[in-house]
């Protein structure tokens, strides 16, 4: 089980930090992502983590989004600096025991983010200009 919190609405150029609370699993353990959906748009995977701790993030986090964990309180987090008014979505911890992670790392880009296995019920960032 993942629950998501830390959204909020926050202004340009702000700071935020999502935390995912992971029951069940170990983080350290799996492959764990953040995925985002805007209004209106499709699911865009953000940032990844595997049990390696290899990182990947999209482009246009690199620089301003990172992602932790901390295996002893077994939370996942994504430390969100420079907010843009095009990060606003809903923004959800997403897991799974498959290669999903390593996947990214081989292709060069995230798979879809329908084959993770485990989903939060997500938390909202909102960032005016």
């Known amino acids: 089980r993942?629950?998501?919190?830390g959204?909020?609405?926050?202004?340009?150029g702000g700071t935020?930090?999502?935390s995912c609370a992971a029951s069940g699993q170990p983080v350290s353990n799996i492959c764990m992502a953040w995925v985002r959906q805007a209004p209106g748009?499709?699911?865009e995977a953000v940032t990844a983590m595997d049990s390696d701790g290899t990182i990947e993030s999209i482009v246009s986090v690199k620089g301003r989004f990172t992602v932790s964990r901390d295996n002893d309180e077994n939370i996942l987090f994504l430390h969100m600096n420079n907010l843009r008014p095009e990060d606003t979505a809903t923004y959800y911890c997403a897991a799974t025991l498959g290669s999903w992670c390593s996947k990214w790392h081989l292709w060069g880009q995230a798979p879809g983010s329908a084959t993770l296995d485990t989903w939060g019920?997500?938390?909202l960032v909102t960032v005016t200009s």
Do not use: Y
Not at 2 to 5: H, R
Not at 7 to 12: L, Y
């Open 41 to 43: 748009k499709e699911r």
């Open 16 to 18: 935020l930090v999502l």
């Open 7 to 12: 959204g909020d609405s926050v202004q340009a």
């Open 121 to 123: 019920s997500g938390t």
């Open 2 to 5: 993942l629950v998501e919190s």
